[in-house]
């Protein structure tokens, strides 16, 4: 494993342990960092918190849901390498959050991770179909098998769920797996002869 995928993937841990340690800071803070760090939908002056409410949980149990399915498809994505993990984090992120801003009731709180997961789920199903290459089909294929059912997610359910950031993170996944450059395909070695008459390469 090269050393940009194991940064990618310590980056994964590093965001997952972040976001248990700000909601064990909002549990004893009495909710007080979801108000500050969380979407306040149509406020121009919090429109920075597109960058902070996936840190924010509403409580444990949805931080718990959010949990595996962050480190099991961040890291996948990691994959991809550092950068274009760290970029498509940044494109499911500002493309979920500024929808979630515009598209949800005026003052409406939103928080929580989500958009980076249905984001993330978009992101590696798109890329296997782009990059052809075998890990890239083969991961695609246990994604769908083991969290193809997200896709529901998308559409308006039960309230106090933001379908916006399900639709809109995962539409961002798409984004960056197309806008995204291709991972340049390893060389063929070439040999020749050298002067010697021995083979050279």
């Known amino acids: ?34 108000q500050r760090f969380g979407i306040r939908s149509w406020v121009i002056a919090d429109l920075w918190t597109v960058f902070t409410a996936p840190f ?11 949990s595996v399915p962050m480190l099991v498809l961040g890291s996948l994505v990691a994959f991809s390498g550092l950068s274009r993990f760290i970029w498509a984090s940044l494109i499911i992120t500002v493309v979920s959050g500024i929808a979630v801003w515009l598209l949800s009731g005026y003052g409406s709180l939103t928080v929580g991770a989500s958009g980076l997961i249905f984001g993330y789920f978009g992101y590696l199903v798109l890329r296997g179909i782009i990059e052809r290459k075998t890990i890239d089909i083969v991961i695609m294929i246990c994604v769908v098998l083991f ?23 995962f539409l ?24 010697q008459g021995l083979p050279g390469y």
């Open 1 to 34: 494993m090269t050393q940009s995928r194991i940064s990618a993937i310590v980056t994964v841990v590093v965001f997952t342990a972040a976001m248990w340690i700000f909601e064990i800071i909002d549990f004893f803070a009495g909710g007080s960092l979801d």
């Open 172 to 195: 961002g996944g798409l984004l960056s797996a197309y806008v995204l450059p291709r991972r340049a395909k390893p060389r063929p070695v070439t040999g020749g002869y050298g002067p």
């Open 56 to 66: 924010m949980h509403a409580d444990f149990a949805h931080l718990m849901a959010n």
């Open 147 to 169: 969290y193809g059912t997200l896709i529901f997610g998308v559409l308006p359910q039960q309230q106090g769920i933001s379908w916006q950031a399900h639709l809109f993170g």
